[in-house]
């Protein structure tokens, strides 16, 4: 059986799909409904799935475009387990953020949560100061 | 006061927005027969589509034809087509464009030998057709047609071989597909 055979055989089925009349159409496909269900899903699921895209980037661009002035942050990679050790230095904190999840809270998540915190009041320099200082004394 | 940059994105966003609305609008006034009839259509165009051991569908291509629109790497041109035939012309591009990729892929695999797949793809689909052959056999002009494809003659060789005129060609073609789709052995 020939590539051109697979090819073309298919292409001219594909026409005869398009040249048929709704009636040939609902006649020639048993489960007519649950294709024409099945297809929406999929064209709505696409654009779901786009909307959600476009949250993620529009929030992923505010973060980055609304900085808190002064507010030291540590590099993105280090994040997380920076965002550890502030739960753990401050258990008032910790209390709430415990219960979440911590794996499941994605980059951008942490990076808001220490903002957060920073805007709380929670002096995230002093924190990695004595963090250092603790790692230099031992 | 926003900075240029921020009014800009606000504009695109805005923009983007509109036309999401209008999207999902569009996909909801598709009727069920158009839905089928696209969906059919990108099955069949998309048959035996492999890339790097990964099948592609018609539902992946209806899939990525919105997700194009969306993203503005498809435009939709309101004033000239609605959204069938907006749908409709995303399809066809999009399986093109896999088939060749499919093609090379293919190639590629064959020279890390590691074509045992695709022979095995082969024998599948020798055996599929031989199935349709059964299915049609009581129709002596469909079995000639599915023969005289099996050869590797196009459309428009068939209908000169066979001196027929597009029209009727078309009608045999529909013929075969109803009654692949009513046997359920093959399509």
């Not at chain 2, 002596?140 to 047609?145: K, N, S």
Request: hydrophobic share 35%; proline share 2%; net charge neutral.
């Amino acid at each position: 059986m020939s590539e051109l055979f697979d090819l073309e055989f298919y292409q001219q089925l594909a026409e005869a799909v398009l040249a048929m009349s709704e009636e040939e159409l609902r006649q020639s496909e048993p489960d007519f409904e649950s294709q024409a269900q099945r297809g929406r899903a999929i064209l709505r699921s696409a654009v779901m799935g786009h909307r959600k895209k476009m949250r993620d980037a529009y929030s992923a661009k505010s973060l980055d475009r609304t900085p808190i002035k002064g507010v030291w942050m540590p590099a993105r990679a280090k994040q997380r387990s920076f965002l550890k050790k502030v739960i753990e230095k401050n258990p008032k904190i910790g209390f709430t953020l415990q219960h979440r999840q911590f794996r499941e809270l994605t980059d951008d998540d942490v990076e808001k949560l220490l903002r957060k915190l920073a805007e709380l009041g929670v002096d995230l320099q002093a924190l990695q100061d004595e963090d250092d200082g603790h790692r230099s004394a031992e | 006061m926003k900075s240029s940059e921020e009014e800009n994105y606000s504009i695109t966003s805005d923009q983007h927005l509109d036309t999401v609305d209008v999207v999902e609008a569009a996909i909801e006034a598709l009727t069920d027969s158009q839905i089928v009839r696209l969906l059919r259509f990108a099955d069949l165009k998309l048959r035996g589509c492999r890339i790097f051991g990964q099948s592609r569908d018609g539902e992946d291509c209806f899939q990525e034809a919105v997700a194009r629109t969306l993203e503005g790497s498809r435009r939709w041109n309101r004033q000239k087509v609605d959204f069938f035939g907006h749908l409709l012309g995303a399809i066809r591009s999009i399986s093109d464009q896999w088939r060749k990729q499919s093609a090379r892929a293919e190639k590629l695999s064959e020279l890390l030998s590691e074509s045992d797949t695709s022979e095995k793809e082969r024998l599948q689909q020798e055996e599929k057709m031989a199935q349709l052959r059964l299915a049609v056999a009581d129709d002596p002009q469909l079995g000639q047609l599915i023969d005289l494809h099996l050869l590797g003659l196009t459309g428009p060789q068939i209908q000169e071989h066979l001196q027929i005129c597009s029209r009727e060609y078309e009608t045999r073609m529909k013929r075969l597909y109803r009654r692949a789709r009513k046997s359920r052995a093959f399509l």
